[in-house]
Each structure stands twice: as C-alpha cells, then as structure tokens.
C-alpha cells in the first residue's frame, strides 16, 4: 500500500519568505509526526498530532513554526520569516494510533534551503 | 531528560567482515527501543522494535539486542547493500515522539 508521502521533496526560498511544508500520512493511521534532520544532527522531534489536535508540540523551535491537521489526515507545517538556520530536510511520520511503542512509519522528507 | 548516543559515528567494513554498532541510552522509563536504517536522500527506515532487556530480534544478516543500557545491531557477513546509515530511537514515558541518536554511517565494500 501507499505510504507517507510528502511533498514538495525540495524548497529553496529567500531568507524570510514563509514556506508551507506538506505531509499525508498512510491512510487510516491517526497519529502523524513532524521531525527535523539538520546536518550532523539526529533527527528532532517538532510536534505530534492525535487526529486534528497537537498533544504535543514541545519541539517546535519557535512562534515562526506552526503545524495543522485537518480532517484526520494531511498536516502542513508551516515557517515563517525562514531563516538561514531553519535549513534541513523534515521529515514527516505516521502510526496508527500514536500509542507508545508503535511503529511510526516515515516519509521521505521536504529538503529545505534558506538563501 | 533523554540522551541516546551512538558509536561509532562511521564505520567501513569488507564485505562479510561482521561487526556491532551501539547504541547506548539514559533515559526514564523506557517503553520501546526502534532501530532504523536511512539511505542517502530517503526517510528512515523502519528495522526492530525491542521492549525489555534480554530481547532480541533478527531480520536476515541483522540482528538488534537489547540490556538496560545499550542497544546492539549486530552485522553478520555483510553486503555492499548493508551500507546506510542505522539510526537508534528511544520512546520513553506516556510520550509518544522517538528520541533518536545521529546514527552511525555504515559504508561496506567488496
């Protein structure tokens, strides 16, 4: 079957334009992830969603970052005001409950470049 | 707060030449331990899922092991193919987001 897909695969922006990232999760699955992988860094969790809600969004790294969920199914992370430091692939995930020790499946990620 | 670190960073090996990466944690409550493997320009692929110490799984010419420290990926005979990056996560608590390691580059040659 299908799984995460993601999209667009490759954004380069100028620093300070607002970009929209975008993720659809394997259908059915009700929790979806936001991850982000920088160079020579692990990947860091930015905000996981349980249906349309965000019980957590201890990752986000600051007001300029925002994610939504509608309908239970695609989410958009939102950037604005990019900035040089924001450039890294993010990555996307899902699981079918979001219960802990389940496998989140992941996407094949949005590379991000900020001029 | 949690910390899982891996090691080594890189590691080349000849094909069929068996090794072992770590993965070693501090973390409260762990609830699951996930092995991934991530190819150049892909998402990370899932592996193995270990719950409790003294648990170990296979899948072909791997093989994860867990105590209540540190996590093995044990590499027997491997192939050029084999070469990725493996990445290490830990779920702790009632959270349910993955806490990962920066991986360990595994190059494999002939």
């Known amino acids: 079957g299908a799984g995460v897909s993601q999209s667009p695969s490759n954004k380069v922006t100028e620093k300070g334009k607002d970009v929209e990232l975008r993720c659809d999760p394997i259908?059915?699955?009700?929790?979806l992830y936001w991850y982000r992988q920088s160079l020579g860094q692990g990947l860091e969790f930015l905000i996981y969603?349980?249906?349309?809600?965000?019980?957590?969004k201890s990752g986000l790294p600051s007001d300029r970052f925002s994610a939504e969920r509608t309908g239970g199914s695609v989410s958009t992370l939102t950037i604005q005001r990019t900035q040089q430091e924001d450039s890294a692939v993010y990555l996307c995930?899902?699981?079918?409950?979001?219960?802990?020790?389940?496998?989140?499946?992941f996407g094949p990620g949005t590379r991000l470049l900020v001029l | 707060e949690d910390q899982v670190t891996q090691s080594p960073e890189a590691l080349r090996l000849q094909e069929g030449e068996s090794s072992s990466l770590n993965c070693s944690y501090t973390?409260?409550?762990?609830?699951?331990l996930f092995w991934y493997r991530q190819d150049p320009g892909k998402g990370p692929e899932f592996l193995f899922t270990?719950?409790?110490a003294g648990e170990e799984k296979e899948k072909e010419r791997l093989k994860a092991t867990l105590t209540k420290k540190e996590s093995f990926l044990h590499i027997t005979a491997p192939k050029p193919e084999d070469s990725a990056t493996y990445l290490c996560?830990?779920?702790?608590?009632?959270?349910?987001?993955?806490?990962f390691g920066t991986g360990t580059r595994l190059q494999v040659t002939l």
């Open positions: 973390v409260s409550g762990l609830r699951g």
């Open positions: 969603f349980q249906g349309n809600s965000a019980p957590d």
């Open positions: 259908s059915g699955h009700t929790a």
């Open positions: 996560a830990v779920q702790t608590g009632t959270a349910s987001k993955l806490t």
């Open positions: 270990l719950y409790s």
């Open positions: 995930a899902s699981s079918g409950s979001g219960k802990y020790q389940e496998t989140q499946y």
